[in-house]
């Protein structure tokens, strides 16, 4: 793109993001690359390519304190581009035991910002009793059920995640990784595989308090057993 006033801002929001769902990305290089990749999150690096950046930028870039590379790019007669570094954030010269201290430092920080607790506070009754059941049934599925809060909704994974919940102040709504087609009945449920939305799941359920739920937990065992 041109260079723009939003893309440091725009970016650094996608890195942020990115650094809030590890582990849903982590499950997705897993299903594209092998069970045995592994993601190291030691120096996670935003890369900006845009027609020309100005020094206004890199001097906000190397405000910020993040691994930042600022990259031009010139496009040519026969389909040929020409990348040139503009600016790139020296990596921080710190031992691995730092490092190690500070990544374990932030993961208690984020295990403690983003809990189940976290995500029910003023909710009211109806959402919090919904919720509750829907997690009891969940977690009952089988030993292997992770509990994974995030900062937009609360996960759940065996070998991956098979759905999430967003717990909202009317509803909650329910995702279900399990492809729309594979669903015996979709009644209730809505195909936002090309719609936005945060959760790693496309098949969406809306969920008012007092529903009856015995419908949902079919459709949610279904997208567990999918990926056993």
């Given at each position: 793109?041109?260079s723009k006033?939003n893309?440091?801002?725009?970016?650094?929001?996608y890195?942020?993001w990115?650094?809030?769902?590890?582990?849903?990305f982590q499950?997705?290089?897993?299903?594209w690359?092998?069970?045995?990749?592994?993601?190291?999150w030691?120096y996670?690096?935003l890369?900006l390519?845009?027609?020309?950046f100005?020094?206004?930028?890199r001097?906000?870039v190397e405000q910020i304190?993040?691994?930042?590379?600022?990259?031009?790019y010139?496009?040519?007669?026969n389909?040929l581009l020409y990348?040139e570094?503009v600016?790139?954030?020296?990596?921080?010269?710190?031992?691995?035991?730092?490092?190690t201290?500070a990544?374990?430092?932030?993961?208690?920080?984020?295990a403690?910002a983003?809990?189940v607790?976290?995500?029910l506070e003023?909710?009211p009754?109806?959402i919090?009793d919904s919720?509750?059941?829907?997690?009891?049934?969940?977690?009952?599925?089988?030993?292997?059920?992770?509990?994974?809060p995030?900062?937009?909704?609360?996960?759940?994974?065996?070998?991956r995640?098979?759905?999430?919940?967003?717990?909202?102040?009317?509803?909650?709504?329910?995702?279900?990784?399990?492809?729309?087609?594979?669903?015996?009945a979709?009644?209730?449920?809505r195909?936002?595989?090309?719609?936005?939305?945060?959760?790693?799941?496309?098949?969406q359920?809306?969920?008012k308090?007092?529903e009856?739920l015995?419908?949902?937990y079919?459709?949610?065992?279904?997208?567990?057993?999918y990926?056993?």
């Amino acid at each position: 793109m041109s260079s723009k006033s939003n893309i440091i801002n725009q970016g650094l929001y996608y890195l942020d993001w990115l650094l809030d769902h590890k582990g849903d990305f982590q499950i997705a290089v897993q299903r594209w690359l092998g069970s045995d990749v592994t993601v190291s999150w030691d120096y996670a690096r935003l890369v900006l390519i845009a027609r020309d950046f100005n020094k206004y930028d890199r001097y906000a870039v190397e405000q910020i304190g993040r691994l930042v590379e600022l990259k031009s790019y010139r496009l040519y007669q026969n389909g040929l581009l020409y990348l040139e570094d503009v600016y790139s954030t020296p990596l921080p010269q710190i031992s691995k035991a730092t490092q190690t201290e500070a990544l374990d430092e932030a993961d208690i920080k984020a295990a403690a910002a983003y809990s189940v607790d976290v995500h029910l506070e003023d909710k009211p009754v109806g959402i919090q009793d919904s919720f509750a059941a829907l997690r009891e049934y969940i977690l009952s599925l089988g030993g292997d059920v992770i509990e994974k809060p995030t900062k937009l909704y609360i996960a759940y994974s065996a070998t991956r995640n098979f759905c999430e919940i967003e717990l909202q102040k009317t509803q909650l709504k329910l995702s279900l990784d399990i492809p729309y087609d594979e669903l015996s009945a979709t009644e209730l449920v809505r195909d936002v595989s090309k719609i936005s939305h945060w959760p790693t799941g496309s098949c969406q359920v809306i969920i008012k308090p007092a529903e009856e739920l015995e419908p949902v937990y079919g459709l949610i065992k279904e997208s567990y057993d999918y990926f056993q």
